[in-house]
């Protein structure tokens, strides 16, 4: 009916998105794609054009042209490649349309390079039938590049958002079409070789220490089972440990403040003082209401990127780089162009002053590589995995500087590493190694008394659990609240060795979760669980609710460990201290 609609209003061409076609299809999906195409082909005169991105069609391609459709888009950023399964398999007569510039990211196009690549296609396909575009749809780039006016301007020669971009996709076919803009191209082929060789990416002491990273550096000195016997030594903790993911209330009286800090109203010095007196506060209420693993509250943060890519070096910062997260949010990722250099301790003097209030343990808060790298605009000029294990030296050292300032639990957040799953399986392996390895490589520089956390939200853990665990973190905290434990099923097969916190406040709620409810999934936990490895502890950061909401919810949360541990107190063999919580 739409497409007869377009029709009728004059629609020459329709483009219909099928990213799908990238992905590992059963048959049914398959015989679905011949049975729609056929009734869509035949419902209007209209021209289809069969978008796809994110990957390449593989064994899809012959499906692709199997189809009653006019055009077919193919993403050659992401799978330059393919175009050679193209040539096999669509025909020749038909539309083919090259995604040369990446609609992903910012960087400016390699235009000689893109140029080859629709220099394969005139030569192939019929010249009149070859058209060039971006990658992918542009809601993924930034607007304008222009409106930038505090880039570093060497930085800035290097980037395209979303206007330079189309602005290259018509040089390109302009240049096809035998109107080369030399002087155009010859700007950017200056630019993409300075950017190959300046001295702002290129940090030969980063390169050099990459180099010498050796397995061991990735594994703690002992197997989980003797350090968290050392770490329990040092710790005395109750069965049932309660903490909290690290953010707590980012009030309007704290955003405030940062705002008029930030425009200068609020001279640092006072913002200091405010900060620590909230911190102060958040670490007295949680020692009242008996948590026992503390957190400073994250109150100095903005965002748990951003807070770190200022503090790197290799980051720089765009006034109104914003893309979509998710429905209506917008986010404004940092970007990654460099090697990366930690300059100076980003987060010690914050859990350092945290710790000296208190005699209970202060985790230390960290986010994690795979989590800084998925959130970011990422250098193209080097694997991502590279990119990763150099935010990982970096992060490893913040560790070790955390654990010299006497913090005995360090929390490594990585709510992000399932979102960089490839989208075929066959190529999920590969990636799933080196995230877990640059975690390690963050984690491991640690002694064994060291405890290390993280924490994963929104996560599916099924089809990853393996790769979870090899994490090796000492505890993780995950989101389960929310599916009723369900989450925990994966666990039923799968024995996960180490120390775990399944969420059981739901804070994406403002509802206050109450005593009894709490310590039902708890107990829930524990059917899949030991009771020894189970943590307390809510399914992610409370920085998004209100103080009247989670004063109640954490009193609740440690009466639910409360009730847990003197239900299991009379099972508790060996550890008095432990079983008498
Ligand atoms: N430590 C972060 C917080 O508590 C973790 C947030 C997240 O998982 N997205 O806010
Ligand atoms: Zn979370």
Redesign the pocket.
């Known amino acids: 009916e739409v497409l007869k609609q377009l029709e009728k209003a004059g629609a020459e061409w329709v483009q219909i998105d099928e990213p799908c076609l990238v992905l590992d299809l059963p048959e049914c999906a398959q015989k679905a794609y011949a049975l729609a195409y056929e009734r869509l082909g035949a419902a209007s005169n209209l021209k289809i054009l069969l978008a796809t991105y994110f990957g390449d069609l593989r064994e899809n391609m012959k499906l692709a042209a199997s189809l009653p459709v006019d055009g077919l888009h193919l993403d050659l950023v992401r799978a330059p490649q393919q175009w050679e399964d193209a040539k096999k398999y669509w025909p020749k007569d038909r539309y083919i349309s090259f995604g040369v510039v990446d609609g992903r990211n910012i960087w400016k196009a390699d235009l000689e390079k893109a140029l080859g690549l629709m220099q394969h296609a005139v030569a192939w396909w019929q010249p009149e039938k070859v058209m060039v575009a971006p990658s992918c749809s542009l809601l993924h780039s930034p607007v304008d590049l222009d409106d930038e006016d505090k880039l570093d301007t060497e930085i800035k020669n290097w980037m395209a958002f979303a206007k330079q971009k189309l602005r290259e996709v018509s040089l390109l076919a302009s240049a096809i079409a035998g109107q080369k803009d030399e002087a155009a191209f010859t700007e950017n082929r200056k630019a993409i070789a300075a950017r190959k060789t300046s001295a702002k990416i290129h940090n030969p002491w980063v390169k050099e220490r990459l180099g010498a990273v050796t397995k061991e550096m990735a594994k703690r000195a002992s197997p989980f089972e003797s350090r968290i016997a050392r770490q329990q030594a040092l710790l005395g903790l109750p069965l049932f440990p309660t903490t ?4 707590l209330p980012q009030t309007q009286e704290i955003r405030q403040a940062r705002a008029k800090n930030k425009s200068g109203e609020l001279p640092d010095a006072d913002y200091d003082a405010f900060l620590k007196q909230k911190t102060a506060e958040a670490v007295r209420w949680q020692e009242e209401v008996g948590i026992d693993v503390l957190v400073h509250g ?1 109150f100095e943060r903005n965002d ?1 990127v951003e807070y770190f890519g200022e503090q790197l070096g290799g980051f720089t910062f765009t006034k109104n780089g914003w893309v979509q997260s998710y429905g209506s949010r917008g986010v404004k990722p940092p970007v990654i162009f460099g090697d990366i250099t930690r300059p100076e301790p980003m987060t010690i003097a914050w859990s350092a002053y945290a710790q000296s209030l208190t005699d209970k343990p202060m985790k230390g ?1 960290l986010t994690g590589p795979v989590t800084i790298l998925q959130w970011s605009f990422v250098r193209d000029d080097q694997p991502r995995s590279e990119t990763c294990r150099q935010i990982a030296l970096a992060i490893r050292d913040e560790v070790k500087d955390l654990e010299s300032a006497g913090i005995r639990v360090i ?1 490594i ?1 990585e ?1 992000a590493v399932r979102e960089g799953l490839p989208l075929r399986k066959a190529d999920h392996k590969a990636y799933l190694n080196w995230a877990v390895e640059s975690f390690r490589l963050s984690a491991s520089g640690v002694a064994d008394e060291t405890q290390i956390h993280t ?3 929104y996560c599916d853990f099924n089809n990853i659990i393996d790769s979870i665990a090899a994490l090796d973190a000492d505890v993780i905290s995950i989101e389960t609240s929310r599916s009723d434990m369900e989450l925990l099923d994966a666990f039923k097969a799968f024995k996960y060795p180490n120390h775990i916190g399944p969420g059981v406040y739901d804070i994406h709620s403002p509802r206050v979760p109450t005593v009894d409810e709490m310590a039902d999934l708890l107990e829930k936990a524990c059917k899949v669980l030991k009771p020894a490895q189970v943590w307390v502890n809510p399914d ?4 998004t609710r209100g103080w009247e909401e989670v004063r109640p919810a954490l009193i609740h949360m440690v009466a639910a460990a409360r009730k847990l541990r003197e239900k299991c107190a009379g099972e508790a063999t060996g550890n008095g201290k432990r079983a008498a919580g």
């Open positions: 909290t993911i690290g953010s994250e748990m808060m929390q957040d709510p924490h994963m939200c992610c950061g409370l920085k």
